[in-house]
């Protein structure tokens, strides 16, 4: 037992100290930590079922376990509490450095104040200091440098140069700052005492001058970019140093000008010297200014003259397109050269030198604008009825022709001969994107070459020529021909092209509004104009609209003419009363078939013409109309009872062929007129219970009566007895 027990604390204290080390590396959880405990304990776990367990040696493990937790409990208490002591201790030590290093550092700033103080009063004593020696050392150089040139102007004055200064090449800078000195001094000097050597001082100015001239050309010839900076730096106090930067500038020119675009040219030329000007000159934006001064009056103008007054006067086209080109591009290339460095107001400087080239092309330009659009529209124009064989035929203006437009607008009467234009809408699209394509162009270069001031005006002047050509000439026109070349109502076999006018205008309007929105508005939708370009469209339009309905309702009427022609040729009074009642085999009469089919054919028609809200207006119009006419015309016949059969059958072809035109009111209509036919076959006996129906009840009662009026049988039935 003893041995066993010795066993069991060995494994009881291995084993714990393996725990103690997971609970230190794992969260520690008491119910996992207990489960763990009684699996690892014989006889404490469910390994080996029931009769394994051993409840006793558990309570033994749990109890041996808690005795050592408790006494680790307290050995991590003490070393909890030795650490805290030494924590203290060293706080301590640490606080009584702290207050040393303050204590050091208020010491060490009391010095830097001495410090600083001494080295102020140092500095301000040799700033002292070195204003009086520069008090007397300035006036000593100034008497020296006065000496020195009083030495080189006695020479002068002698006429015998001596100086090496004069006679080295080498020293010609020295000499140049001398003689540029000298040159100043002589200015002063009376000449009547001094005109020799003010003559001879004047002389070896000018002869420096060139010479220092010469040697920065031979020095930008050989790109020698230090020597250059050096000369010019010489240069900058004598009156030649303009001639040397135009000598610089003649000189960047040279051969720069070699292919076809002058543009792209200039672009590179500017971008070359743009980096050399700025380690010549002192002052490279002043360089670079005169430059591209220098290429606008002389390159660019000579460019711009040439392109344009050759076409000035022999081909307007070409010119404005080549004062458009060349503008565009002119303003593209001030666009780069504004990146440069060219001074403060550099988009002014450019903009000048644009008026300069162009002011005397835009003077004059929406003059020619305007006549090259007139000129070329009534070119367009005439082209195409050219090409058709018509005369343009004058219409007529005035009093006169408002009075038969009023006329005609009220009655449908055609007013004047018919005119035969043989299926032609004289109406053309490839004419209308002729003419918008040149108003475009016309719209594009405006934008570019208007001042904005003119802007707005000028694009209005160009939408009233596309008025004037496009809606007036061409689209009012067609339609005038168009009406005057609708027949009459009751015309026989009548060519209805009126429609196709409709849907050539349609798309024409299309376009037209396109362009409007696209090109002119943002031209003029920030300037008083808008308010007139929209009236002016607006007009336009409704007096267009007003010719397009009349047009439409009296082709509706030639269509109605028509239908009721087939009626009256093709439907016989022997439809509706066959001799032989018990022998009719038709489905519908021919007249109805004939009818249905010319119907079918005209909304085709309308639906191809028109679009959207258009096409159930008119198909509505057509349709009531259509119910009318075969409303009037079943009431001019007697039915026989197979008659009305017959009847209704026709209203159901015509019902059916109604349904082609989509509109609600017109199948409603054609719903009750089928109601209606029934009351000619009905029983005399259920007359009266069917007039109360539901699709009868609501109409008048003359109306039934009328349709009861109809029946072969009606006097002798006493039909009429049920409606007094």
Known sequence: MAAAAQLFEVRYRDGNMQHIQERHLEPFDADEYIERLAWRTPGGGSKGGAEAFDPKRLLVEF??????????????????????????????????????????????FQHFQELDEHISYVATKVCHLGDQLEGVNTPRQRAVEAQRLMTYFNE?????????????????????????KL??????????????????IASKYHDLERQLIQEFTNAQRTGEIGRMREVAAVLLHFKGYAHCVDVYIKQCQEGAYMSNDIFEDTAVLCQRVNKQVGEVFCSPETVMAKLIQSIFDNQLQAHVKEKLDEARHSDVEQYLKNLYDLYSRTTLLTNKLAEFNLGSDKHTFLSRLIKNIFSMYLEN?????RQYLQSRSAMILQRYYDSKNHQKRPLGSGSIQELKERIRQRT??????????????????????????????????????????????NAFSIFLLLVDHLCVDHIDYALEIGLS?????????????????????????????????DHLMPLISSSPKLTECLHKKKEV?????????????????????????????????????????????????????????????????????????????????????????????????????????????????????????????????????????????????????????????????????TFVQLRADYRSSRLGRHFT
């Open 541 to 705: 339009i409704e007096q267009m609209e007003v010719k397009l309905d009349t047009g439409i309702d009296r082709t509706l009427n030639c269509m109605v003419g028509q239908m009721k022609h087939i009626l009256a040729t093709e439907q016989k009074k022997t439809d509706f009363r066959p001799e032989d009642e018990n022998n009719v085999m038709i489905q519908y009469t021919t007249a109805c078939s004939k009818v249905c089919v010319y119907v079918s054919w005209q909304v085709e028609r309308v639906r191809r013409s028109m679009d959207g809200k258009n096409v159930d207006t008119v198909l509505a119009e057509l349709g009531v109309r259509f119910h009318r006419l075969i409303h009037e015309h079943l009431q001019q016949f007697t039915y026989s009872s197979m008659g009305g059969m017959l009847a209704i059958c026709d209203v159901a072809e015509y019902r059916r062929c109604a349904k082609d035109f989509r509109v609600p009111l017109v199948l409603q209509l054609f719903d009750t007129l089928h109601a209606l036919c029934n009351l000619l076959v009905v029983a005399p006996d259920n007359l009266k219970q069917v007039c109360s129906g539901e699709q009868l009840t609501n109409l008048d009662r003359n109306l039934l009566h």
């Open 485 to 517: 070349a609708i027949p009459s109502a009751d015309a026989k076999n009548a060519n209805l092209y009126f429609l196709d006018v409709v849907q050539q205008a349609n798309t024409i309007f299309h376009l037209f509004d396109k362009q409007f929105n």
């Open 156 to 180: 002068f004055l002698d006429g015998d140069l001596r100086s090496d200064v004069f006679n080295n090449p080498e020293k010609i800078k020295e000499a140049a700052d001398i003689i540029q």
């Open 183 to 200: 040159h100043l001094i002589a200015q002063e000097l009376p000449f009547d005492r001094f005109a020799d050597v003010k003559a001879k």
């Open 365 to 369: 330009y929406i003059e020619m604008e």
């Open 412 to 457: 449908n009467l055609p007013l004047g001969p018919s005119i035969d234009t043989h299926g032609e809408t004289l109406l053309s699209q490839e004419v209308v994107v002729n003419l918008l394509q040149e108003t475009r162009r016309a719209f594009e270069r405006c934008h570019k070459l208007s001042d904005p001031a003119d802007l707005s005006r």
């Open 63 to 108: 109890q041996n376990h808690i005795e050592e937790l408790k006494q680790l409990d307290e050995r991590i208490q003490r070393k909890v509490e030795k650490l805290e002591q030494q924590c203290h201790r060293e706080a301590k030590e640490f606080a009584h450095k702290v207050q040393d290093l303050q204590r050091s550092n208020q010491v060490a």
